[in-house]
T-cell receptor, first 114, second 108 residues
């Protein structure tokens, strides 16, 4: 059974650009959540999607957005990139939504903003 | 929201030693997981343990939900155990909250 797949693994952008990250959950999993990890702030929750609906949202500005498709794949987008957006972005999936059950993480997308 | 504290923040041990990592949380939870973050950044599942005790090889974990803490035990440490260990908790539909982690360094 394939794990959670995130693409791209590494990317470099400049300030002001926008970026889209992709996450394919484990087959059969319907919930996808996104986390940002930085040295200063640790692991912070961005948002969770279940059946194409956003169920939970963390405390991030509106420049951070996401969506989920009917096949449960998810994308997150960051517009007008800032230096502080440099981080490891982790995606996780679980069978059902609502925060219960074991979470499985992908390898992450490491974003560098210059 | 739920507050999660992990201790110690850093731990340096000789290969072969045993260690205990602690996770304290401020409120009732129905979901608690332990992860090991490898050098490439991926979070590897260790235990899903909202309550009780589980063992997997040299690793075991115990969660005492009524007293709001969980312990991760690593026995006979190996250099491959090095990395950062996180616990993460939530209750109901709330978002998963991570602790700040314990950085474990195993010296050969």
């Amino acid at each position: 059974k394939a794990g959670v797949t995130q693409t791209p693994r590494y990317l470099i952008k400049t300030r002001g650009q926008q970026v889209t990250l992709s996450c394919s959950p484990i087959s059969g999993h319907r919930s996808v959540s996104w986390y940002q990890q930085t040295p200063g702030q640790g692991l912070q929750f961005l948002f969770e999607y279940f059946s194409e609906t956003q169920r939970n949202k963390g405390n991030f500005p509106g420049r951070f957005s996401g969506r989920q498709f009917s096949n449960s794949r998810s994308e997150m987008n960051v517009s007008t990139l800032e230096l502080g957006d440099s981080a490891l972005y982790l995606c996780a999936s679980q069978p059902a939504g609502g925060g219960t059950g074991e979470l499985f993480f992908g390898e992450g997308s490491r974003l560098t903003v210059l | 929201g739920i507050q999660v504290e992990q201790s110690p923040p850093d731990l340096i041990l000789q290969e072969g030693a045993n260690s205990t990592l602690r996770c304290n949380f401020s409120d009732s939870v129905n979901n608690l997981q332990w992860f090991h973050q490898n050098p490439w950044g991926q979070l590897i599942n260790l235990f899903y343990i909202p309550s009780g005790t589980k063992q997997n090889g040299r690793l075991s974990a115990t969660t005492v939900a009524t007293e709001r803490y969980s312990l991760l035990y690593i026995s006979s440490s190996q250099t491959t155990d090095s990395g950062v260990y996180f616990c993460a908790v939530n209750f109901g539909n709330e978002k998963l909250t991570f602790g700040t982690g314990t950085r474990l360094t195993i010296i050969p």
